[in-house]
């Protein structure tokens, strides 16, 4: 689990690897990681877009923008939570993830949430099955 909290928004990401939809053999890896958002500040917050910044175990860096996430733009009320699942694919059998959330508040103020980096690692047991 790897936690961050930007201007009372926290984010915890929680990665796992899924070997049911990756084929090592063809260099393709899937995870799967759960984001939770919990808005711990005194002002109601809505996240407005996404940017994350991929980078494979070569070096090769994929960056993806785009608005909400999972096709929504929650509005965080103080003391609420929202969380999704989502996925990544990479040709290599490690990496990271790292971004950042936009979000607005009430008032119209857009700031950056920090999405802390986590890796994307095989888990022991599948190491030793490649």
């Known amino acids: 689990m790897y936690r961050a909290t930007t201007r009372g928004v926290q984010v915890t990401v929680t ?15 899937f995870w799967a990681y759960t984001v939770e958002i ?3 500040g005194a002002e109601t917050v809505q996240l407005k877009s996404r940017h994350w910044l991929i980078t494979d ?11 909400g996430v999972v ?3 929650p509005i965080l009320p103080p003391g609420a939570h929202f969380e ?9 059998s490690t990496g990271i993830m790292e971004g950042s959330y936009s979000l607005i508040t009430e008032g ?3 700031f950056s949430a920090e999405v802390p980096a986590f890796s994307l690692d095989l888990p022991d047991a599948a ?4």
């Open 15 to 29: 990665p796992r690897f899924a070997p049911e939809r990756s084929d090592p053999e063809r260099s393709q890896y």
């Open 38 to 40: 919990v808005n711990l």
């Open 57 to 67: 175990a070569l070096g090769r860096i994929q960056e993806v923008r785009g608005a």
């Open 71 to 73: 096709g929504e733009q």
């Open 84 to 92: 999704y699942t989502s996925g990544v694919p990479l040709p290599t």
């Open 108 to 110: 119209g103020e857009i």
């Open 127 to 130: 190491r030793t099955l490649n």
